[in-house]
């Protein structure tokens, strides 16, 4: 069984990332990342999930780059937009994706993995330059570039599954799987016991798409919070 | 003023960087990163540098990549080889300058930076792929598709003025530029005073450096220890 590794951050994508990854036949190794961001309960679902879906191995590296600043998701003094905005959001985090990607590359060079599954995805998403496609192509070619393993010929695989997919189809995509949305978390700002606020973007777009997959909406919401409409 | 980011790793290398981001006329945002090296001792040395050459900030970032494990430099049971080898040597950290321009990109993108200067060199070096100009190249091309900036078409610049130099050539460029070698340390095996093994590859290549640019080696060797041939 080859090796792969799957960023995972206690999302709907990721996990259905690491579904789509197992079911491709690779032995898992997940990985998340604690940035500071705010949603740091977000870890724990991301153990959770890596564990239900059968990784072989979880591990979460602290990373701080909170004292950048620059981000809603890392600056307590910039607060998650609760309505929806033009252009790249403020819960943009400059250069996350490159970052997270970059220390997957070194630890899949160390494993031997040659596949390397992120959950990006440029349909219902936020507008973030380093979830599209032609972003993936070109982390692609600076892996083959950096590496042992790309200069001696058997190079890396940026495999991004759900670039294409709206939030419906990646839904129905997870649930043929199996994954317990349940177990996953995608809210900007929820409450120490992980219930998401329903406000932020995140929240919006994963309540939409649970109405348009035709399935029921599992997240757990703070006291007193509807789901978005 | 426009700022730049400016990757010191406490070597001589980067420090000849430092002080062409400052003559290049930038406010240099000095950036280190501890990623569980053997020879952590160098940070004190960036600090060194940093302040000596005019830095206007400098920050020390813990990475903690030492668990993935994989090199000479972060994993204790490999010792540092004290010969030449063939091939990528076992010093190579996977992924290390692609993660570092990684966060330095972030930081850049924050600061409004677009100028990342980095000390890779391919001519005087030690094999190591992500050191080669069509790496940087290629990741400059990730940090414009990457970001804000780049989507915005402000676009972001990775500066290695020391890609084509000899050791030799880097050595007289500091000297003019005033730079004290003295404060710095390239060793990857040094007592915890900071004293060089004289034996590693970056000893070696330092020692000659000098050699040929007939200047004096200001390098402080462990006891003992005579500069290598």
Chains 1, 2 share one sequence.
Not at 49 to 57: F, K, N, R, S, W
């Amino acid at each position: 069984m080859t090796r792969a590794v799957v960023l995972v951050s206690g999302g709907l994508d990721s996990a259905t990332v690491l579904a789509l990854a197992r079911r491709d036949g690779h032995a898992c190794h997940a990985l998340s990342l604690d940035y500071g961001q705010r949603h740091r309960v977000e870890l724990q679902a991301a153990a959770r999930v890596a564990e239900a879906l059968g990784a072989v191995e979880h591990r979460t590296m602290a990373l701080d780059i909170g004292w950048m600043g620059g981000s809603a998701l890392t600056d307590a003094a910039i607060p998650v937009p609760n309505a929806p905005a033009a252009g790249i959001p403020l819960t943009y985090v400059p250069a996350r994706n490159t970052i997270f990607l970059a220390v997957a590359l070194g630890w899949a060079e160390v494993l031997g993995a040659r596949d390397i599954y992120i959950g990006a995805n440029a349909v219902d998403y936020s507008g973030y330059p380093d979830c599209r496609p032609e972003f993936l192509a070109a982390f692609e070619r600076v892996a083959n570039l950096a590496t042992r393993a790309g200069v001696e010929g058997d190079g890396f695989r940026v495999q991004a599954p759900l670039v294409a997919l709206s939030k419906a189809e990646i839904i129905r995509t997870g649930l043929d799987l199996g994954v317990d949305y349940g177990l996953t978390l995608s809210c900007y700002d929820p409450d120490p016991d992980g219930r998401a606020c329903g406000q932020c973007d995140a929240c919006r777009l994963r309540s939409r798409g649970f109405a348009a997959a035709g399935s029921p909406d599992p997240t757990r919401y703070r006291p007193g919070v509807r789901p978005p409409a």
